[in-house]
């Protein structure tokens, strides 16, 4: 039963380090080559579509983790697990505390309503983005390592 709790968890951890990796990396830079009203549009839509997914996404990752952490306590790797799950924190308090809000402005925003400063603000989500994308690397990686 630890062994698929392993999998599922290490799964579903990398699947979502790849959908943020993929918007940080490739989204971003997609949108970001459209003109003005478009890039700011994408970015809103995205903004809704993602915002009402990653939550259960990321606090499902930390449940898991944390799961196999004390599941798996007295296995090598415990604390490359905990490790882990310290950093999938990490994440969620990022996310809580710096991005959700950005990201809530951005969702409602149209060429007509949006402030004057709307590129500064998603210049930060972006930069704050490309930080919790390294710390979800980190613990997808640290997760990986468990396994061996």
């Not at 007509?112 to 710390?135: F, G, S």
């Given at each position: ?13 990398g ?40 939550p ?26 905990v ?26 925003w ?31 990686t ?7």
């Amino acid at each position: 039963m630890l062994n698929a709790l392993e999998v599922v968890t290490t799964v579903v951890v990398g699947l979502m380090v790849g959908v943020e990796f993929s918007v940080a990396f490739v989204m971003n830079r997609i949108l970001n080559a459209l003109p003005e009203d478009s890039r700011q549009l994408g970015h809103a839509h995205g903004g809704r579509m993602l915002g009402t997914l990653m939550p259960f996404w990321y606090i499902g990752s930390l449940v898991l983790s944390a799961v196999w952490a004390v599941a798996g306590r007295h296995q090598d790797g415990a604390g490359l697990v905990v490790v882990a799950a310290g950093l999938l924190i990490l994440s969620v308090a990022m996310s809580v505390l710096l991005l959700v809000p950005i990201n809530n402005r951005n969702r409602t925003w149209t060429p007509e309503n949006r402030p004057a400063d709307w590129k500064q603000q998603l210049h930060r989500w972006e930069r704050l983005h490309y930080v919790r994308v390294a710390v979800i690397v980190a613990a997808f990686t640290l997760l990986v390592t468990a396994l061996a």
